[in-house]
């Protein structure tokens, strides 16, 4: 998964939203299980939550 992240193109990318992102398209082609994917974007939920 950090080896994927690091991919990514964007510097700041959420993994979320962002067209051509490395590690959506790893969920997609399921190099990155959906369960890990979808924590991951709940912890980021969470951690932008108490930010604002
Ligand atoms: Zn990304």
Not at 13 to 23: D, L, R, S, T, Y
Not at 25 to 33: N, P, R, S, W
Request: net charge negative; proline share 2%; hydrophobic share 30%.
């Amino acid at each position: 998964m950090r080896d994927r992240l690091n991919n990514c193109r964007y510097n700041n990318c959420m993994h979320i939203n962002e067209p051509g992102c490395a590690v959506k398209q790893a969920v997609i082609d399921k190099e990155i299980h959906e369960d890990r994917y979808v924590s991951y974007v709940n912890i980021l939920e969470s951690m932008e939550a108490k930010s604002y």
